[in-house]
């Protein structure tokens, strides 16, 4: 039992002091890389583990467009 | 004849029975309710597979031969085992109900080398490892499999939201709780004598308080192998009901004012500072805690992969065939640890009980480190947003969005609970790290 | 100096001549003729680096040292591997050829453990394992690589046409008698003192009756492993000389009217029995026969994960990148096998002999079963898809088609040749759990 | 020799036997199925073993309208 | 106390620093410079974690043991290791310095079994493999990282301009003097006293000048496993300033007039000769070199897969996912070797100096022999292909392109250099085997 | 020293004759297939290690053309 009060405080207390830690670096990394780097286009915040837009993988615009095409051509080249 | 005799159905144990309707149910939930499908088929699936009645397919060598020279009086095979695992047996003595308890509790308790020894004499006497148990121990018992899962996980994890706002790390630091809470609930469990659970095995449980499938296993693996099955099905369930769970607790901690704060749009991230970010995550790893670094080691360098764009291949590899086949194997894995004499157990239930503790408590303290966070900011934070701190990513962070909306249908909190959601998932590896530190 | 008595040239044997040029026998089958390529191509190439002389690529490090410490008189090494191999040997004394028969026949004959011993100490002494060797043992040695393959398999199986007329499952069991009288035929050949063939040898070469590629392999990694290039091979080749052995012996068997029978159109089959049917699959391996459990496991887990739609990463994994991977890999491990001195014996013929006898009375069987059905049953069953039963999925069923349209140009088979040919792979995997329970 | 009969005897027996019984759980569950699950749409049978319609790949179909579009293209816009 | 005495911060020695910072510069040079990112990136990743203090993910289970033992007076454990490793130490005696040096002497010359079982003793114990450690055994020391890396570049790389002009293959032999130059010179350093490179070691480090990533890896490990990070960094680093270190040697070898040289165009060349060509290769392996046969004979079975046409599955495979998969767990397995003590050391300094020789000796001697090759053939010869001999495919082609652009703007070398530059990886790979069997 | 000397001797004139046999094997195999092998249409030389063009790829002609589809379809197509 007072192990496990002892891991409680000691792991609370990392996991805090760790992610403090982390946001301080975080925002000097931030400010740093603002003002070291050289100004550059800026890409929106995406949804997180997201599908990678695969290069091999047609997205959702594309498909719709081909079967468009699709439907089209049948219609023209039925055999 | 001995098709007959050697048949599931003239060997069937109850227990047998059991799992494989568990496993069924598994299966069921996971096709039907949706799940977590990508590891509860899989997990089932192996689950049903381990309890094959003489398949033997999560049993080692030594523990097939054992069987099988128990139940054909193959006593030349059982001398031969005898003598590394260090039980009291000569060739040619009665088999008695004491030396299969004997024999079962010397697999348990043999050290690395006796068992390897045993192993490679069942080999000579023509037994193998059954297929569940070699990918167990490829994928799991080196702790490959979930590493590479979390480097595809890191592969697919956007910190874009945490970057524009560092300071909701915090909720993901707090939501930790769920962790530790049940780390004292399992010793209080314990300690009351309701179950026995020992501070190696609390921590394992408390584990599932992270949310997060692939630490729940690389922790269970490290600090108590036997309960992985019973930790794995329990964090991949919950995680799965982490939108029934969530919201009553939610709105019990908050008044309906607090829950239609609107939160000011993210500054956008430059792609630069979305690059360096893992390699801070990793130099604080360095710096404060070595034993998170396998897993956060991974996850980080999943991420760089996907955010240094000069690796496109590798990071595409990584969230497709790699994650994939890895997938497919842990699952199996972890089924192997169903089998029923190691599932079947009061502490399996004290397992899923605690589960849900664990589960609440880091919601309930994601959303009031949120409430009172939100005093000293300056900018306003919808407390909603503290309960995605327990990862379950993207799960979580959706249910903030969802009760949100619910409060003002104005209020898209999606990307704000981005943030605190993929920095649970951070927390909860350092958490894994200070438990292996601390007990192992 | 060194250069030229290493090389090819200096130290070729005629056997080594030979198998490299069945190996390029096999390549042009593969390129030119078409002949199963997926399979054939690194079967070929393997065995053609199986081959080199001096390479080793097959061998296990204590072979390498043997063969080496042999050429070049090292009588140290030679001692410390006679220990463990139990070769009567002194360090110095000189070397007979009886002593390098007596290594030959321990490195044949030494138990698991005694082997690894004898690897560890060659491992001491700089040698290592070829390879093809470590390929082997990873991928068929551990039996993972078959059993990937037919997870694949199972993942790009649809059961709808089995589902949709059941009792065609029947012509799928009938079919294995090609395995079993392929036994028979073994053990003929070995009763008339013609060729040896113990009992394991005959079980493992009839297994090629199974038509079905990574049952054999699996078959004979376990109950005959020596054997494994031969029956591979024989396998692989008559499976694509499927449209040229069968359609004799079906004409033979049916008249024009029966080949012209026309079949009604089969029923559609809900999703819901897609996803259950792997899972009663199971259930009856689960009762009736454990020891299919690694095989028709993953198959069905295949199955399973194809059907059930929640999981469509892992299925299109398993169909692609892992299938591709472990057949490479598998290719290359069973040319191992084509070594010159194991491949190039009379059993090889006499495998290559009964292979064709076992196609040949499948076919048959399934065909003749076909027509027995097709009296007692109310709707017409065309006897030409009993051929389908053999399984070689799905060229066996193409062929009963395409018999069919010469019969009756109306007539559409392929259909309804699908169920007994999907059943034949699942009546193959029984023989193979039933001759794995009896045998081993 | 006669190892072999009686592996042939027990294992054609076992085949038959397995089969024979998968036979009727399978009619037994698709009764089942109809019976207690709710009517759905039905997929019609496809042939077996088929390369998967894999979400990444383009279909046949597509492909001919992409090589169409594609050729369109090209005569239209003359580099 | 634990968690501050067990922190990075608290052990970190400064090597480790340096090393870290190294790893961070690799990864400037890859993400920022384009330095090869495939393989630089898991690399200097890697590197960083092999070097993150207390945590061990490069080490073996007894050098675990033996770090937390000897730090922690765990004499127990200390004594049970001494007995394989042979150190001459009772539990209960007093840890000197002289002890800890002991110690690491003794792992490093430990022979394959006692560090087996060494490692076994320390798995008794609890302690594990660190992660990297796993990842290079299996990748790296079993040789099959290389080999497959190598197979899939065959699967990518197209002989056709070979085909259409075999003579320039001589380009491709001569740039190898880059390779026997630089074992010359790092003997020479030896001999001089400067630095200390054992046959073995200058060999390794000769390899470098074979500018090819997977051939530099497998010798290396073969050769001298000890200095692979050193070559591995080095190799990979001077194939991404090919650029900057080819041109001023091209341009001072050849003058203005032999650059503007315009070859006639490549006849075509037929899919036969394609697919006949690997076998071409592989047979005069068989013959010649059974030593090369590992690394040519996976990249001609790769080369085959490409052009026979009917694996397609396999070889896009195969230059996918297998490829990427490899690439990743091959990149943090030779990041595992920087570790502080075993990269600084003056050594490294050496083969760094002595890596840009290799190329520079490499690039002349290709160019050279390109002239000298135009004196005697009928066609014109243009010296600037000669320099892609060198291998780094393919950027050395194209930095001939270039060179040749800049001389005579209509002079288009990219597919004649095509053809030396595909050469001068079977010539590296022909130079390794040569290597491997003189010295091993 | 020596040894090196000795190696690089041995090593150079081995990958020398080694490829010299090459070309002339080269020669002969593409004079046989010549000889022997019936007339078929010939490929052109392609870029080495170029990426394979993957079945399930797009390539970049109809990754210009889908894109131009789409543009054109979203423009008719306004939500
Ligand atoms: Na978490
Ligand atoms: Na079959
Ligand atoms: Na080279």
Chains 1, 4, 6 share one sequence.
Not at chain 2, 58 to 74: C, G, P, V, W, Y
Not at chain 2, 190 to 199: A, H, K, S
Not at chain 2, 245 to 272: D, F, W, Y
Not at chain 2, 337 to 351: E, P, V
Request: charged content about 15%.
């Amino acid at each position: 039992m007072s192990q496990a009060i002892d891991l409680m405080v000691a792991g609370m207390g990392f996991v805090f002091v760790f992610l403090i830690i982390l946001v301080f670096a975080t925002l000097l990394m931030s400010k740093l890389v603002h003002r070291f780097g050289p100004p550059e286009p800026v890409a929106p915040a995406r949804t997180p583990r997201a599908r990678p837009s695969a290069p091999s993988s047609v997205d959702p615009d594309t498909a719709e467009a081909i079967k468009k095409a699709i439907a089209q051509y049948r219609s023209r080249h039925k055999k | 004849m001995t098709l007959w005799t050697g048949s599931g159905l003239f060997n069937m144990e109850l227990g047998q029975v059991i799992m494989i309707a568990i496993g069924l149910l598994l299966l069921f939930l996971a096709i039907r309710k949706g799940f977590e499908p990508l590891l509860l088929v899989p997990i089932g699936f192996g689950g049903i597979l381990a309890n094959i009645p003489e398949a033997g397919l999560a049993l080692t060598a030594a523990e097939n031969a054992i069987h099988f020279a128990l139940k054909s009086d193959t006593t030349q095979v059982l001398a031969a085992l005898a003598a590394p695992l260090d039980v009291a047996y000569q060739a040619g003595q009665a088999i008695t109900p004491e030396l299969k308890e004997a024999f079962k509790v010397a697999v348990k308790e043999a050290s690395y080398s006796d068992m390897a020894m045993a192993n490679a004499i069942a080999q000579d006497f023509g037994y193998g490892n059954g297929m569940l148990y070699n990918f167990y121990s490829v994928v799991i018992g080196s702790t490959i499999g979930p590493l590479v899962i979390f480097m595809g996980v890191g592969a697919m994890t956007d910190f874009g939201p945490l970057l524009a706002n560092p300071k909701t790390m915090l909720l993901g630091a707090a939501a930790q709780f769920g962790i530790f809470g049940t780390v004292l609930g399992a010793a209080l469990l314990d300690w009351l004598g309701i179950l026995d659970f020992t501070i190696l095995e609390a921590a394992a449980v408390g584990i599932i308080g992270g949310a997060d499938g692939p630490t729940s296993i690389y922790v269970s693996s490290v600090l108590a192998p036997h309960l992985l099955g019973a930790i794995a099905v329990s964090a991949y369930a919950y995680m799965a009901m982490v939108p029934m769970i969530q919201p009553p607790i939610m709105k019990a901690l908050t008044s309906q004012k607090e829950r239609a704060i609107k939160m000011s749009q993210l500054r956008p991230v430059s792609k630069k500072e979305k690059i360096v970010f893992p390699l801070v995550v990793l130099i604080a790893v360095v710096l404060f805690l070595p034993d998170a670094a396998p897993l956060l080691g991974m996850f980080c360098f999943g991420n760089l992969m996907r955010e240094c764009g000069v690796v496109e291949r590798l990071s595409d590899t990584a969230q497709n065939a790699l994650i994939n086949i890895t997938t497919i194997f842990l699952g199996l894995s972890v089924g192997s640890k169903l089998m029923a004499d190691k599932f079947l157990d009061a502490q399996t239930l004290g397992i899923l009980g605690l589960g849900i503790v664990a589960f609440a408590v880091g919601t309930a303290c994601g959303v009031l480190m949120a409430k009172l966070m939100n005093r000293f900011t300056k900018e306003a934070i919808n407390p909603l947003i503290g309960s995605a701190g327990v990862s379950a990513v993207p799960m979580a962070a959706r249910v903030s969005n969802k009760v949100g909306l619910e409060a003002n249908p104005q209020n898209f909190l999606l990307m704000h609970a981005m943030g605190p959601n993929v920095a649970g998932v951070i927390g909860s590896a350092v958490a894994a790290g200070v438990m292996i530190k601390l007990l192992s």
